[in-house]
């Protein structure tokens, strides 16, 4: 029996929560050539409705559609490597007369792309083959310009080409290429809030009020509880709304802990059976003994000083005042200095997430580990 809580992707329409409006606006909007800005913390949903998105008719029939995570880039280099990479294999399964006009354009590192048995191309370049990235970058924007079809592109994580210490003009760079791309729409999707505002709203950057924005809200209770039952039902089973009301609140309608939770009740609720609020925590307390170790090994790594601050924000759950008396004295911490030292280099590593002066770890499942552990 398929589990329908999927917790590794885009798994089609039927395991797709709500997210109707959403999704006629983003689709909507890109088809009538608005660039878009799509913001919200990491793993609310964003690349899911991207991709939902990129299913539906208006775009799948009419477009060339291509996703790229640039979270792990630390360099124009890599942003080139991933980008191609992401056409090329986008390109592979609809002929070659598709992606002969990719590579056709690549000049610069048509030499290095090989060829499978089937004589498929393969984009297996190490960084080291990309000798010119401003020269392989202008040739990806010159095929998007001359598509046999319009392109939609998709760059999650947006953010992350701030930090590329070798390109400190990546921001002008591509602005210059997407204004003068018109056969091509761009959605620029970002889980730092801070980070992504500067971007598009500052009137000094390149960016400027060249996109519309979107910010992603959670899922309600009431969809997820609908979507929740639909499900269970479907196969045979029952839950309680209780239930859902409860992992939800537990973790704060994050929807990636919310499918992983409601994954292991599915398992666990036999066919006939109905799912009941007395089985979370023992599918909470099943899911974090598989991470005991690596959250263990994780929490050892990281410097005294910033691990006194962490295990800080992970006992209140949500921490305010980090830097007043109360919360100082409540555990135990040093002086503001310090504090305000760890929470950059927290904030930093992805450890922890900010929101109006509101901390919180942003794993929530670490973060009920380390209530327990440390």
Known sequence: MENPFVTKGYAGPDYFCDRVKETQQL???TTNGNNMALISPRRVGKTDLIHHCFQQPEIKERYY??????????????????FGRAILDELKPKGKAVWEGFLSVLRSLRSEITYDANNFPTWSLGLGDIDYP??????????????DKPCMVAIDEFQQITRYTDSPNMEATLRTYIQKCI???????????????EIFTSPSRPFYQSVLIMNLRPISVEKYTEFAQMQFQKQGKDIDAEVVNEVY??????TSCLQRVMNVLFLKTLPGQCC??????????????????TYADLIDKIPEKQREVFIAIAREGKAKAITGKPFIKKHHLQTVSVITAAVRALLDKDLITSDKGTYMVYDPFLALWMQQNC
């Open 134 to 147: 401003a020269t392989t970058l202008d040739e990806i924007f010159v095929y998007l310009g001359k598509a």
């Open 276 to 293: 009941t609020v007395e089985m979370v925590d023992g599918a909470v307390e099943y899911i974090l003994d598989m991470f005991t170790e």
């Open 249 to 254: 609140r537990r973790f704060y309608a994050v």
């Open 27 to 29: 689709v909507e909007l």
């Open 183 to 197: 056969n091509a729409t761009f959605i620029f999707s970002g889980s730092k809030r801070h980070l992504m505002g």
């Open 65 to 82: 559609t291509f996703h790229i995570d640039i979270y792990a880039t630390t360099s124009l280099r890599d942003f080139v490597n991933v």
